[in-house]
């Protein structure tokens, strides 16, 4: 079975360029997410989504920060303008169920993109 | 306010060494969920197994184990005859109620290196 997928897997560009984060979940599952990891914070979420619709953006850094859900197959997360601190790795997940559901689902990885902005 | 906290920032043991891992967690919900990962050096997280605050039992999967404490706030991870593969950054997570669940809190990672 596909996991979640997610590209680029590495992005470089210089402060000031739009980037886009790209994740496609695992089919059938209602709930994304997307972390960013950095050595100074660990992993943090920055929002989640359930069936297409934002429920938590708490996380989210600021204005320059945009995520997207157009569909249950895909998302994306859009820093525009970019800087340097926002350099880190960004992880996408997805999850079946909500986790206090009787089942035990765990939320899904992608492998992640690691984002270096110059 | 819900944390995680994972004191060991690095472990290095010998291969065939048991170690463990530490995790300790506050939370006012009566009703939350504790979770391990694995992120291997390629970076991808990888789940390990996930807890609810209702069921105090340990866990035995092959090597790893787990041992959840209510009283103590900790969820313990141990891998017994470590091996090579197992070296790797590994994060407990909470989930809580007033998070709504979804919202894991990630500890910072205990770096584990095994060496042969």
């Known amino acids: 079975d596909a996991g979640v997928i997610q590209s680029p897997r590495h992005e470089v560009t210089e402060m000031g360029q739009e980037v886009t984060l790209r994740c496609k979940p695992i089919?059938?599952?209602?709930?994304l997410f997307w972390y960013r990891q950095t050595m100074m914070r660990g992993l943090e979420l920055l929002i989640y989504f359930n069936n297409n619709v934002p429920i938590d953006d708490s996380g989210m850094p600021e204005d320059r920060f945009s995520a997207k859900m157009p569909n249950a197959s895909f998302s994306t997360l859009k820093i525009q303008p970019s800087e340097p601190r926002d350099s880190a790795v960004y992880f996408c997940a997805s999850s079946l169920e909500p986790a206090y559901s009787g089942s035990n689902q765990p939320q899904h990885f992608g492998d992640g993109t690691r984002l270096s902005i110059l | 306010a819900q944390k995680v906290t994972q004191a060991q920032t690095e472990i290095s043991v010998v291969e065939k060494e048991d170690v463990t891992l530490d995790c300790v967690y506050e939370?006012?919900?009566?009703?939350?969920?504790l979770f391990w990962y694995k992120q291997p050096p390629s970076g991808e997280l990888v789940f390990l197994i996930r807890?609810?605050?209702?069921?105090?039992q340990n866990e035995i999967s092959g090597r790893y184990s787990w041992n959840f404490q209510k009283s103590t706030s900790s969820f313990n991870f141990t891998i017994t005859a470590s091996q090579v593969v197992d070296s790797a950054v590994y994060f407990c997570?909470?989930?809580?109620?007033?998070?709504?669940?979804?919202?894991?809190?990630f500890g910072a990672g205990t770096r584990l290196a095994v060496h042969p």
């Open positions: 939370t006012r919900d009566t009703t939350y969920y």
């Open positions: 807890r609810n605050s209702f069921d105090e």
């Open positions: 997570a909470l989930g809580t109620l007033s998070g709504g669940y979804n919202k894991l809190i």
């Open positions: 089919s059938g599952h209602d709930y």
